[in-house]
C-alpha cells in the first residue's frame, strides 16, 4: 500500500463569517502529482495556505506521512513541506544567495549539498551571474527564478506549487518540469493549481476541482476530461 | 513652434488631480461612517469649536501678564531654536527626504522634462506652502493670543527660515548612509548642548550662518548620488496613507519597500557564512528596519520618561526601570510572534530557538539609550548596594524576557501550554525591581532569579530545534 504523503480530512477555514473553504477531504498519494483546479476564488490558494498553516483552519485536520499532524507537531509539520508562491515572496535586503542560504538552514541542509545545488540550480536557470544582486535589480521572470530554486532546494515530502510557470521563459519552463520529474522520482509529491490544466496534464496524474470553497470532484485526469466534456456541455 | 506644455502647466494638473482624488476618497469614507444624525451634531460640534476659538480668546486674554512673561523670557531664547529645530529635521531624514517628489514627478521626467526643474517646482511649492501655513497659524495666534505681533512674526519667521535653509541638508541627508546621518544628528546635539551650557547668543548666530554656508556648499551636488526611486517610494506612501479611509475600509495602506537603509554596501551584499546566527541576526535586523517607527517611539518614550523621573526621586527611578523592563520584554514577545507572520518567513520553517537567541543581542541594543540617562544617576547616588541592584535588575529583565518569549514560542508552536505560573513569576521579578529601592536586601533574590534563567533557558536548551523536529 502507498504511503500518504497528505491527508486533508474535514478541512473548512472561515473568514469574518465568510466560508472560504467548507468541508475539503482528500488524500494524496506518495510521489505522484495532483491539480487543484477551479475558477478564479474557488479556493485553491487559501486551501495551499491552509495546508502551509499561513491561514488558520477553522476545523479539521491535516496530517503529512500519515503521522505529521498540523496540530500537535507543528514546527516538524512546517519541515515536510516546500511551498513556491504564485508571486515571489523575496526579501528587498537579501541577495539571490542570500535567499538560498535562508532556505538552506532553515531546511537544515548541510552546506556543501546546498552549494553543490545552488551551483547546479543556478547554471539551469541561467543565474550564475546574479548571485549576489538584490531581487529589485533582477527582472519579474528572474525574481521567480530565484523563487523557484529557492522551493527545489530541500528534499521534502511534500511541494506546493501555486501556479507553476509564471512568468517564466519557455528554456526555464522545460527545465523547471525536468526538475519537478526528478523530484517524483525521488518520492515527492506535488500538489499544484493551475488555471490552464493542459501546461500540467503531462505530469498531473489526479485531479482536486474546487468550485466556492467546495470540492466539486477529484480522480485521475483523464477523467476530467469527461467532467469537463459534460460541463461544457450543459 | 513646440506643442509641448508647460511643466508648471502638467504639475498643476497632476496636483490637482491628487488633491481630487484624495477629496473623492475621504467623501466615500466620510459617507461610509458618518449617517445623517451623525453629521448633524457633527456641524454642530464644529460650530460650538468655533465659536470656542473666540471664548478661548477672551478666556486667555484675563491671563495676558503671564503671556508677557513668557514672550519676554522666549524672545531671549530665539537662538535656541535656530539650534534645536535642524535636529528635527536631521532625525527626519532617516526615513523622509523632506520633498514631494512621487512617482508621478518621476515618471514625468521619463516624458520630455527635465528631473531638475521637476524637483525645483517641488521645492518651491513645498516653501510656499509653509510660508502661508506659517503666516496663517501666527496671524491666528496673534488672534486669540495676547503675544505680540513682532514676537510670533519672530518664531514663526524663524521656523519657516530654518524649515528653508534645512530642506538641503535634508534632501543630501536621506541619501547619505546611516553613519553619517547619526554622525551629523550627534553635532547638532553637542551644538544644543554648547547652547544651553553657554546660554550665548552667538551660538544662535553661528549656526545660522552655518546653515547658509552648508546650503552654499551643498548647492553643486543636489542631484549627485540620488536614489529616484526610493524618494519616490517613500512619497508615494506617505501621500497615499489616509487614516480616514484606512478606519474606513479597516485595511493598513503597506509600504512598497523595494529599497533598503541599509542597502548598497559591498560588505552586505556578500553570502552570509553559513550559521544560524549570521543569517537570523540579519533578519532581525531587517525587521526591526522595518519597524523603525514603532522601536523609536517606545524607545523615544522609554527615554523621556526616565530623564524626568531622574530629576524627581529614586523611586519613581526605580519605578521607570521596572516600567522599561515590563515593557521591553512585552513588545520582544510580541515583535517575535509578528517575525514569523510576516514576509518569507512564514512560510519556511521555524528555528525557534536559534531565533530567540539572536533576538536578545538585538534587545541589548535597545536598551543602551534607556540605560543612558540612569548611568549618571546611579554615579552620582552611589552606595554599595548598588553592584547588587544592578545586577539584579539585569537578571529581572533576563528572566522576564525568557518567560514572555518562551510563552511566544509555544504559541507559535501552536501548544496549549499555560504560562500563568511563570507569568506570576515575571512579574513578582518586575516589582521586585522597584521595591528593591527602598528595601535594598531585596537584590538578593538575585541568587533565586538566576536559578530560575537557568531553568528557563533550560527549556530552550534541552528542547533543541533538531528535537523538536
Known sequence: MMLKTLQVQNLSLKLNDKILLDDIQFELEQGTVTALVGHNGAGKSTLMKAILAVMEKTTGKIIINEQIDQDSEFLSFKQQISYLPEEPLLLTELTVMQHFQLYGKSYQIKEDVLNRKVDRLVKGFDLVDKLNEYPESLSKGMRQKVQTICAMLPDVPLMLIDEPFMGLDIYAIDYFEELLKEKLKDGTTLLLTTHQLDRVKDIAGFFILLQQGKLLSKGSIEEFDTIKRGTDNE | ?469
Open chain 2, 1 to 469: 513652434m513646440s506643442n509641448q506644455p508647460r511643466l508648471w502647466n502638467v504639475l498643476f494638473f497632476l496636483k490637482r488631480n491628487r488633491a481630487r482624488k484624495k477629496r473623492q476618497l475621504r467623501k466615500m469614507a466620510f459617507q461610509l461612517m458618518v449617517d445623517k444624525t451623525t453629521g448633524f451634531y457633527l456641524l454642530v460640534l464644529g460650530g460650538y469649536l468655533f465659536a470656542s476659538i473666540f471664548i478661548f480668546g477672551d478666556m486667555i486674554n484675563k491671563y495676558e501678564g503671564m503671556f508677557l512673561t513668557f514672550e519676554k523670557a522666549a524672545m531671549e531664547r530665539v537662538g535656541f531654536l535656530i539650534t534645536a529645530l535642524p535636529m528635527a529635521y536631521v532625525f527626519q531624514s532617516i526615513k523622509n527626504p523632506g520633498i514631494i517628489f512621487t512617482s508621478s514627478e518621476l515618471k514625468l521626467s521619463y516624458l520630455t522634462f527635465s528631473i531638475k526643474r521637476i524637483w525645483l517646482y517641488c521645492v518651491l511649492e513645498k516653501w510656499v506652502k509653509s510660508f502661508f501655513f506659517y503666516l496663517l497659524s501666527g496671524l491666528l495666534v496673534v488672534l486669540v493670543t495676547p503675544l505680540s505681533f513682532e514676537f510670533v512674526i519672530t518664531y514663526t519667521g524663524t521656523l519657516w527660515l530654518i524649515g528653508l535653509l534645512m530642506t538641503l541638508p535634508q534632501w543630501k541627508l536621506f541619501q547619505s548612509k546611516w553613519y553619517i546621518k547619526v554622525g551629523c544628528l550627534l553635532v547638532v546635539a553637542l551644538l544644543n548642548i554648547v547652547n544651553v551650557m553657554t546660554s550665548a547668543d552667538y551660538i544662535g548666530i553661528i549656526a545660522l550662518v552655518l546653515l547658509v554656508f552648508i546650503n552654499m556648499l551643498l548647492i553643486p551636488s543636489i542631484f549627485q548620488f540620488i536614489h529616484w526611486g526610493r524618494v519616490a517610494e517613500l512619497n508615494d506612501f506617505k501621500i497615499w496613507t489616509m487614516p480616514l479611509i484606512e478606519r474606513a475600509s479597516n485595511t493598513r495602506l503597506k509600504r512598497q519597500k523595494r529599497y533598503s537603509i541599509f542597502q548598497n554596501t559591498k560588505k552586505r551584499k556578500k553570502p552570509f557564512r553559513y550559521t544560524e546566527k549570521a543569517i537570523y541576526h540579519r533578519l532581525w535586523q531587517v525587521y526591526f528596519s522595518k519597524n523603525l517607527d514603532l522601536v523609536s517611539q517606545v524607545v523615544g518614550t522609554l527615554l523621556l520618561m526616565l530623564i524626568i523621573f531622574v530629576f524627581i526621586n529614586s523611586f519613581f527611578v526605580f519605578l521607570g526601570i521596572a516600567v522599561a523592563v515590563h515593557v521591553i520584554t512585552s513588545l520582544a514577545a510580541s515583535f517575535f510572534v509578528n517575525r514569523f507572520k510576516t514576509d518569507i518567513i512564514e512560510v519556511l520553517p521555524w528555528e525557534l530557538y536559534s531565533y530567540k537567541r539572536t533576538l536578545i543581542k538585538w534587545l541589548h541594543m535597545g536598551l543602551v539609550p534607556i540605560v543612558l540617562p540612569v548611568i549618571p544617576y546611579f554615579i552620582l547616588n552611589y552606595s554599595l548596594w548598588l553592584p547588587i541592584q544592578l545586577v539584579f535588575i539585569y537578571s529581572a529583565f533576563l528572566l522576564t524576557y525568557h518567560i514572555k518569549v518562551n510563552k511566544s514560542i509555544s504559541i507559535l508552536r501552536k501548544e496549549n501550554k499555560k504560562f500563568q505560573i511563570e507569568e506570576v513569576i515575571g512579574f513578582i521579578g518586575v516589582v521586585l525591581i522597584v521595591i528593591s529601592e527602598s528595601i535594598p536586601t531585596v537584590s538578593l533574590t538575585v541568587l533565586l532569579i538566576v536559578f530560575l534563567i537557568r531553568k528557563y533557558q533550560k527549556d530552550v536548551t534541552y528542547v533543541t530545534d533538531e528535537q523538536i523536529r
